[in-house]
């Protein structure tokens, strides 16, 4: 249900202090560590931000669509590992459990993911299967009450925090492609699961994202979700609804450098006068400006429609593909606002331009959110919707 208005508003304005007082100040050590400290992320179980996307009955915020994009919209006014350390449990890792989890299941797990207590990742793509999700080569099979998980996943998110894996296997070696596809939750404490180093990355340090190995990995046949063959349905369900996420972060990180180079442009004097007064930096400021805020109506608009239950498909790959490439040109025209300056290491937009390539690559790459677009509209142009 959603909050009230005052309610919502109390919300924004605590996570709002939150990135102001406690996140900024802390980038640079983020990032010269490649770890958020302790105390921030224990501010942030305390803060509910763990639960936001996780029914009240279980323990978390029980937020809309709404409401969590504008949560996230304020948290992407900071470097946007910070938001790394919660994103998982409030996306990808445990809206599978939330969309298709039995009530045993949601029980087991749910409360501890909304505290933060535990954590949970999402293990779909592989070495080889990235685009191409349906072409998951990590079996499953069937051994009296247990799955015998074996196979590789790359580049998963939080998996070096993780405690429990949100997998997609091969359950049916005969069926290839996405019908031979089956969701399950791994527990990490399973025999035969290894976790990789994590991966040197260019932006984003701070949220670690490693392989994970199962060998042998014996699943309980209860930790399947949904049925046999339904594990696309579950990832593309899945991301449908992070792809918005995901979007609203986009549209978050274009604000704050909005604002970074609006404040620069106006300290910053060359000619004799602040170079926002000169015509061209205006231009560029001007555009990142008007992007930036129609990145947030777009989103508005998507997360209202998946809150109306909406089919969301084909607005949500849409509307992630169009804000994660907004703020690809935001962070390049900051860099060039910036000149020499935003080219030195760590600083604010330096690290914001490395940052914000990853969002045009995962959950879905731009030219995979094109294919998903255009074959929404040969769909509905068959079914005579359009
Ligand atoms: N919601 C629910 N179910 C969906 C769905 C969605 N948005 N999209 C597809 N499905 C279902 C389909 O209905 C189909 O099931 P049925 O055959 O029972 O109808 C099944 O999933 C396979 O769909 P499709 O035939 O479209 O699969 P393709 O192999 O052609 O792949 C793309 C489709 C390319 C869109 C998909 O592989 C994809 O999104 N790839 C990117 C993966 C990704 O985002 N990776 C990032 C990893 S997370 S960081």
Known sequence: MALDPETRQQLIETVRRFVNEVCRPNEQLLSETNAIPDAIVRQMRDLGLFGLSIPEAYGGLGLTMEEEALVILEMGHTSPAFRSAFGTNVGIGSQGIVMFGREDQKHDWLPKLATGEAIASFALTEPDSGSDAGSVKTKAAKDGNHYVLNGSKRFITNADKAHIFTVMARTDPDTPGAKGLSA???????????????????????????????????????????????????????????????????????????????????????????????????????????????????????????????????????????????????????????????????????????????????????????????????????????
């Open 184 to 386: 399950f939750i791994v527990d990490r404490a399973t025999p035969g699961i290894t976790i990789g180093e994590p991966e040197k990355k260019m932006g984003q340090q701070g949220a670690n994202v490693c392989d994970v190995v199962f060998d042998n990995a014996r699943v309980p046949i209860a930790n399947r979700l949904g049925e046999e063959g339904e594990g696309m349905k579950v990832a593309m369900s899945v991301l449908d609804r992070g792809r918005l996420h995901i979007a609203s972060l986009s549209v978050g990180i274009a604000e704050r450098l909005v604002e970074e180079i609006t404040r620069y442009g106006s300290e910053r004097k060359q000619f004799g006068k602040p170079i926002i007064e000169h015509q061209l930096v205006m231009g560029m400021i001007a555009d990142s400006y008007a992007e930036a805020a129609a990145g947030r109506a777009m989103v508005l608009n998507a997360v209202r429609k998946y809150d109306a239950k909406d089919k969301i498909t084909l607005l949500a790959a849409a509307t992630k593909m169009w804000c994660t490439e907004m703020v690809g040109r935001v962070a390049d025209r900051a860099v060039q606002v910036f000149g020499g300056a935003g080219y030195i290491a760590d600083c604010a937009v330096e690290r914001f331009y490395r940052d914000v390539r990853i969002l045009r690559l995962y959950e879905g790459t731009t030219q995979i959110q094109q294919i998903v677009i255009g074959r929404e509209l040969q769909r509905m142009a068959k079914a005579g919707e359009i």
